[in-house]
């Protein structure tokens, strides 16, 4: 119990300086971590949007091609018609 005396006895000759910018190293530290936090955020939405409109296209591409009911015309993107031709 003494040494725990002991130390809020040393911790009270401090003085209100070194506790205020303690506080502010303590603030600065909680503010940066919270924007760091908050960017990884935006990061993770930003890549999980690009990945869910890349999907989005392939599917609608397959799609397409397993619609066509003739050749698909891959240079030019395009169904075209099955003639009868044997092409």
């Excluded at 910018?21 to 935006?42: I, M, P, T």
């Excluded at 890549?47 to 999907?55: E, F, G, L, P, T």
């Amino acid at each position: 119990m003494t040494a725990a005396l002991a130390a809020l006895a040393a911790l009270r000759r401090v003085p209100w300086q070194a506790w205020a910018v303690a506080a502010l190293g303590l603030a600065l530290g909680l503010y940066g971590w919270s924007r760091f936090e908050a960017g990884g955020d935006a990061a993770r939405s930003a890549i999980q949007h690009s990945n869910d409109k890349a999907r989005k296209r392939a599917d609608d591409a397959s799609r397409t091609v397993e619609n066509c009911m003739g050749a698909w015309d891959r240079a030019r993107g395009f169904c075209l018609p099955d003639d009868g031709a044997g092409r």
